[in-house]
């Protein structure tokens, strides 16, 4: 089955500096990538997708990439800000949808202000 | 804004008992899901429920779990005969069935104690 490898585990950058995740997948058949970000004390929540068809998908501060070859994907937060501060989920599923989600260990990313 | 509930926030149970868990998923979505998250571990896919059936489930579904939508607004996970690595957080999630429409809403997770 699908295995998703996240790092870092945890990660701090200053107010302002940008943050980058990376991820690998294994399997090749894989084509729906979200990523989510939890706060204290609630579920994952949605920040952004990509699909196997697309390189780099871009919402104001937040872009992730794509890189089939590789079998890997990177979640990048420009201009971070201490709300940033969450623990971030890469996952990944063969469906094309949020179907079946293998998901990476997680960052715990803090922006110090 | 709507939002998936999940209730009880924690739970704890003596081994060998027992837990339904209960979600509430958003009105108008039609695939259910149910996820865990054992303390310092990955976030794991349980299994997926689409018209009233299971679509999808993982090797971690065995017969001691089982899913149930038993009204129009409630959807249930039962573990039967808890045992102590059942102890975790359980994330119940809700999307919508459009093509192409992906996004998942998870609710705030229930945190399930075994002792």
């Known amino acids: 089955g699908e295995n998703v490898e996240q790092h870092p585990s945890t990660l701090s950058v200053q107010e302002g500096d940008s943050a980058v995740i990376k991820c690998t997948y294994s399997?090749?058949?894989?084509?729906?990538f979200p990523w989510y970000k939890q706060e204290l004390g609630k579920g994952p929540q949605l920040i952004i997708d990509?699909?196997?068809?697309?390189g780099e998908k871009k919402d104001q501060r937040i872009a992730v990439t794509l890189n089939k070859t590789a079998k890997h994907f990177s979640l990048h937060i420009t201009e971070t800000q201490p709300e940033d501060s969450a623990v971030y989920f890469c996952?990944?599923?063969?469906?094309?949808?949020?179907?079946?989600?293998?998901f990476g260990s997680g960052t715990q990313l803090t922006v110090l202000p | 804004e709507p939002e998936v509930t999940q209730t009880p926030s924690h739970q704890v149970t003596q081994m060998g008992q027992e837990v339904i868990l209960r979600c509430v998923p958003i009105?108008?979505?039609?695939?259910f899901y149910w996820y865990r998250q054992i303390l310092g571990q990955k976030v794991e896919f349980l299994v997926s429920?689409?018209?009233?059936?299971?679509?999808?489930k993982s090797e971690i579904f065995d017969d001691q779990f089982s899913v149930e939508r038993p009204d129009g607004s409630n959807f249930t996970l039962k573990i039967r005969s808890t045992k102590l690595e059942d102890s975790a957080m359980y994330f119940c999630?809700?999307?919508?069935?459009?093509?192409?429409?992906?996004?998942?809403?998870f609710g705030q997770g229930t945190r399930l104690t075994v002792v």
């Open positions: 999630a809700s999307s919508e069935a459009l093509p192409g429409n992906t996004e998942a809403f």
């Open positions: 399997d090749s058949a894989s084509n729906y």
């Open positions: 990509i699909r196997s068809n697309v």
């Open positions: 996952a990944a599923s063969i469906s094309g949808s949020a179907r079946q989600l293998t």
């Open positions: 009105s108008n979505h039609l695939y």
């Open positions: 429920f689409y018209n009233n059936e299971i679509s999808e």
